[in-house]
């Protein structure tokens, strides 16, 4: 039985029975017992091994540290981490970048027409970002990082950096043209619902994102949450006006005055609105043309 083998044994032992005669018809039986004595070992006892941590199931970097909370997750085969096996149904804003064809335009053409509405171009974009958050910072996530057009940028100045998006076939493309010299951590997730520790990330940026996603107002309380105290969050984003022919905002300024169905932009003050409320301080809101960039620190 199994719980046999805990029970300590006694050393065994040798018996020897010997048979004595005397004047007596009785025969006695003595019992002469041999102790056995022990072999000396002279072998040096083997020293027994310190224990090693368990490696992380993301690689063992010392330097960098850990940023994840405890959620389940799958490693797709293309190259992320999934923590959306199952997304519930997304709006026109979020499904039109898992589009195939989208994914395989945004890199050529699709994110160069952003200069007709004063967008000055990624190089100049991630210029900008460096310069906001600094040389301080190690970890830096690339919120709706779709095809890594900012990421690649940003891993050739920060130690870490995590590119989190919810189209996975946008993430199947970051994970193709990442290069030997821009190396990042790929993450499927919702951005309201990010799989990060509270205060974990030095910085968090996202390029012509905000109006893409479903709620904002949630999704800067959760960038909030996985800042650190003082951390630097910037983001570009379209005015409301963008899209709009400048003839017809004159004449009818309510075109203006909603979003479409299916993205929501804004005017600068509902953006310093929204960004006190999540919490941010220091929300400097500039506007090029209808090209919108906001910088703040949690």
């Known amino acids: 039985m199994a719980f046999l083998s805990s029970v300590p044994v006694a050393p065994r032992q040798n018996f020897t029975i010997t048979q004595s005669r005397t004047c007596s018809s009785t025969a006695r039986r003595r019992i002469v017992r041999k102790r056995r004595t022990p072999p000396t070992c002279t072998a040096a006892a ?10 992380s199931p993301r690689g063992s970097d010392a330097q960098s540290r850990d940023i994840y909370a405890s959620a ?12 959306n096996p199952k997304p519930k149904r997304r709006p026109l804003s979020t499904s039109t970048f898992q589009n195939p064809l989208v994914v395989f335009l945004y890199e050529r053409g699709w ?11 990624p190089d100049a974009e991630a210029v900008s970002a ?16 779709g095809t890594g057009i900012m990421t690649r940028r940003l891993a050739r100045d920060y130690e870490r950096v995590v590119a989190l998006d919810f189209s996975a076939a946008m993430l199947a493309e970051a994970a193709r043209r990442e290069t030997a010299t821009q190396k990042f951590e ?19 940026v996202a390029g012509a994102a905000l109006h893409c996603w479903p709620s904002p107002q949630d999704a800067l309380r959760e960038i909030h949450r996985v800042l650190r105290p003082g951390g630097a969050f910037f983001a570009t984003t379209f005015q409301r006006d963008a899209f709009t022919p400048k003839p017809l905002t004159r004449l009818f300024p309510q075109i203006t005055n909603s979003s479409s169905a299916q993205y929501r932009f ?4 509902e953006l310093v609105y929204l960004y006190r409320v999540a919490g ?9 043309k209808s090209f919108i960039t906001v910088r703040c620190r949690k």
């Open 130 to 145: 460096r310069e906001f958050i600094g040389d301080a910072a190690t970890v830096v996530l690339d919120a709706s990082c």
């Open 280 to 288: 941010f301080r220091d929300v400097d809101v500039t506007v090029e």
């Open 266 to 269: 804004f005017w600068p003050d």
């Open 72 to 83: 389940p997750y799958r490693r797709d085969a293309r190259g992320f981490d999934d923590y």
């Open 46 to 55: 083997e020293p027994k091994p310190t224990p090693q941590a368990a490696p």
């Open 186 to 204: 790929r993450v499927r997730a919702d951005i309201s619902a990010m799989p990060f520790r509270a205060g974990s990330l030095d910085a968090v």
């Open 111 to 121: 994110r160069d027409q952003f200069a007709n509405s004063g967008f000055p171009g």
